[in-house]
């Protein structure tokens, strides 16, 4: 402490000041200039014990400095008092909390990233395994053109595959790095209905299903049509796959005061309810699933629909079908 130059100078001062004083005071009381003299040596002491005091608190809060450098971001302000050296303390845990929770982020965002990169290798392990195979077939110059042709089409069916794929898990990265900013515009449910079944009523007329539309023409909410349009085709794909020929699907949708509700039913083959709490997990396959599903459809209308603050439920029974709930709830001012 006393090695600092602005306390050096200040004790000087003290001193300076209190040598004056006792002179003035000499040569008009002895007894008033050592009663001054005792005064100045007294406030001199106070300032050393009060100064040696806040050197102590900066210390600790270098200590918290270090820790928090070195990774610890425990730091308690519960005796916290009145004061500046308390206010900087206040900001000292507010700099810690924010540090702290964009380490925790970063720490999530890697291992998403991690997550990732191993689903998309896993996913594109299999076909890639497939082609190459394929692609040794193809180079027998005794194959017969039937073969060819077969082994042309299977190279086709997985590059679209691949492609699908790597398309749906592009656009799932970006709305988990949230660097999609999703419309608010008004949108009519039942546009957006027809608009989401019309790339599915060619599957949907070779298994001869049938299609029910019902719903309030009026409803509508605000939120992002292309991204929902995209939702929606992946909830109903899904119902399409796993529905029987001539089969059923529905879809209703309504308003209200709170919230734009549109339900999605199938009459297939239904989700256990072992697997229902994970159907909306990236690659979960449950145990009804077919051999190609890849088990990203859901996971990305989930993404979607919550992204825009909406809400997604499902009902199902083995046998009976499955029932999608999604909700678009209205901003309460």
Same mark, same amino acid.
């Given at each position: 402490?006393?090695?600092?130059?602005?306390?050096?100078?200040?004790?000087?001062?003290?001193?300076?000041?209190?040598?004056?004083?006792?002179?003035?005071?000499?040569?008009?009381?002895?007894?008033?200039?050592?009663?001054?003299?005792?005064?100045?040596?007294?406030?001199?002491?106070?300032?050393?014990?009060?100064?040696?005091? !806040?050197?102590?608190?900066?210390?600790?809060?270098?200590?918290?400095?270090?820790?928090?450098?070195?990774?610890?971001?425990?730091?308690?302000? !519960?005796? $916290?008092?009145?004061?500046?050296?308390?206010?900087? %303390?206040?900001?000292?845990?507010?700099?810690?909390?924010?540090?702290?929770?964009?380490?925790?982020?970063?720490?999530?965002?890697?291992?998403?990233?991690?997550?990732?990169?191993?689903?998309?290798?896993?996913?594109? %392990?299999?076909?890639?395994?497939?082609?190459?195979?394929?692609?040794?077939?193809?180079?027998?110059?005794?194959?017969?053109?039937?073969?060819?042709?077969?082994?042309?089409?299977?190279?086709?069916?997985?590059?679209?595959?691949?492609?699908?794929?790597?398309?749906?898990?592009?656009?799932?990265?970006?709305?988990?790095?949230?660097?999609?900013?999703?419309?608010?515009?008004?949108?009519?449910?039942?546009?957006?209905?027809?608009?989401?079944?019309?790339?599915?009523?060619?599957?949907?007329?070779?298994?001869?299903?049938?299609?029910?539309?019902?719903?309030?023409?009026?409803?509508?909410?605000?939120?992002?049509?292309?991204?929902?349009?995209?939702?929606?085709?992946?909830?109903?794909? $899904?119902?399409?796959?796993?529905?029987?020929?001539?089969?059923?699907?529905?879809?209703?949708?309504?308003?209200?005061?709170?919230?734009?509700?549109?339900?999605?039913?199938?009459?297939?083959?239904?989700?256990?309810?072992?697997?229902?709490?994970?159907?909306?997990?990236?690659?979960?396959?449950?145990? $009804?699933?077919?051999?190609?599903?890849?088990?990203?459809?859901?996971?990305?209308?989930?993404?979607?629909?919550?992204?825009?603050?909406?809400?997604?439920?499902?009902?199902?029974?083995?046998?009976?079908?499955? %029932?999608?709930?999604? %909700?678009?709830?209205?901003?309460?001012?």
């Amino acid at each position: 402490m006393l090695r600092n130059r602005e306390v050096q100078i200040f004790l000087t001062i003290l001193f300076l000041v209190s040598i004056i004083g006792f002179s003035m005071t000499f040569f008009i009381s002895i007894l008033a200039a050592w009663i001054m003299l005792g005064v100045a040596i007294l406030l001199i002491s106070c300032t050393l014990i009060f100064t040696q005091w !806040r050197y102590r608190e900066i210390e600790k809060l270098s200590g918290y400095l270090q820790k928090i450098s070195s990774g610890d971001f425990q730091l308690d302000v !519960r005796d $916290n008092y009145e004061g500046e050296l308390s206010i900087l %303390k206040s900001q000292i845990y507010k700099v810690t909390k924010m540090l702290s929770e964009q380490g925790t982020l970063l720490q999530e965002d890697k291992a998403k990233l991690t997550n990732a990169i191993s689903d998309i290798s896993h996913q594109l %392990k299999t076909p890639l395994t497939s082609m190459m195979v394929m692609a040794d077939l193809l180079r027998d110059k005794n194959l017969d053109d039937q073969k060819r042709s077969e082994f042309t089409r299977n190279l086709q069916v997985q590059l679209e595959r691949m492609e699908w794929l790597v398309s749906s898990l592009l656009k799932l990265s970006k709305i988990d790095a949230g660097t999609i900013m999703f419309k608010k515009e008004k949108v009519m449910v039942r546009e957006l209905v027809q608009n989401a079944v019309e790339p599915l009523l060619v599957p949907m007329d070779i298994k001869m299903q049938s299609l029910n539309i019902q719903g309030d023409d009026k409803a509508t909410f605000f939120g992002d049509y292309n991204w929902t349009t995209e939702a929606l085709i992946n909830i109903i794909k $899904n119902c399409v796959e796993h529905t029987a020929e001539e089969g059923e699907i529905s879809i209703h949708f309504s308003e209200n005061a709170l919230f734009t509700e549109i339900t999605i039913a199938d009459s297939g083959k239904g989700i256990s309810k072992e697997d229902l709490p994970y159907i909306f997990k990236r690659f979960y396959k449950g145990k $009804n699933a077919s051999d190609d599903s890849v088990g990203i459809g859901l996971a990305m209308a989930h993404s979607i629909i919550t992204s825009q603050k909406g809400d997604i439920e499902v009902q199902s029974q083995p046998g009976i079908g499955t %029932k999608f709930h999604i %909700k678009f709830y209205k901003q309460v001012i």
